[in-house]
């Protein structure tokens, strides 16, 4: 299994521009999240899934949309990007939401840098 | 209020030795569960351990363990022998029942630094 996948790694956005991260999941999951992590800071929920077709907002969803088309994928779109969206952004997957053993499992994160 | 308190930005320890990370939490849900993440230089969280409110043990993984007082809302890492690999950025989180939309969410602790010594 590789897990949760995210494409690109790392990205240069200009203000204004818009760009869709990418982020994929092999383990059947249905639960599926998206975080923001700023320079020295903990995780901060942006958007999440419950299954496909399902999308809800998170605690900072301003600047951001989802889609869930499949169970395997799940992009968070940028528009309009801004320096204040500049961030190191993780997706995230698990099987539920509740007990032990339902821990999400995270993809390797990408770098956007909006200049 | 924060909902999850490090209140260590750093810390060292040196190699072998055991260390442990504060983290103390605010809920007035009876069901919730807590969770410790590493984050190494390379970015990537990894999951350590997880801690349910209804569990009567102290949750151990390895050499990893969670020091559960309750009635204190504290869930505290303990790594025992330090590796030079530890050193990393370690998360907690916590989930609470009660949730504002479809699914429970995890709320993350601001980190804590650690650096392993030779």
């Known amino acids: 299994n590789a897990g949760v996948t995210q494409t690109p790694k790392f990205r240069i956005l200009k203000i204004g521009q818009s760009m869709t991260l990418q982020c994929a999941q092999d383990?059947?999951?249905?639960?599926m999240y998206w975080y923001r992590q700023d320079p020295g800071m903990g995780l901060k929920l942006i958007y999440y899934?419950?299954?496909?077709?399902?999308?809800d907002k998170g605690e900072v969803p301003n600047g951001y949309n989802v889609s869930r088309s499949t169970t395997e994928d799940f992009p968070l779109r940028l528009e309009l990007a801004a320096p204040s969206q500049t961030s190191v952004y993780f997706c995230?997957?698990?099987?539920?939401?509740?007990?032990?053993?339902?821990?999400?499992?995270f993809g390797p994160g990408t770098r956007l840098t909006v200049l | 209020a924060q909902k999850i308190t490090q209140t260590q930005p750093g810390m060292f320890v040196q190699e072998k030795e055991a260390v442990t990370l504060d983290c103390t939490y605010d809920?007035?849900?009876?069901?919730?569960?807590l969770f410790w993440y590493k984050q190494p230089s390379s970015g990537e969280m990894i999951f350590l351990i997880y801690?349910?409110?209804?569990?009567?043990q102290n949750a151990t993984e390895g050499r990893y363990s969670l020091n559960f007082q309750k009635a204190r809302k504290s869930a505290n890492l303990v790594i025992s022998a330090s590796q030079l690999g530890d050193s990393a950025m370690y998360f907690c989180?916590?989930?609470?029942?009660?949730?504002?939309?479809?699914?429970?969410?995890?709320?993350f602790g601001s980190g804590t630094q650690l650096t392993v010594l030779p």
């Open positions: 995230a997957s698990s099987r539920s939401d509740r007990g032990g053993g339902n821990e999400q499992f």
């Open positions: 383990m059947n999951h249905n639960y």
């Open positions: 899934s419950v299954g496909a077709g399902i999308t």
């Open positions: 809920t007035s849900d009876p069901s919730y569960g």
């Open positions: 801690q349910g409110s209804y569990d009567q």
């Open positions: 989180a916590m989930r609470e029942t009660v949730s504002s939309g479809s699914a429970r969410q995890l709320t």
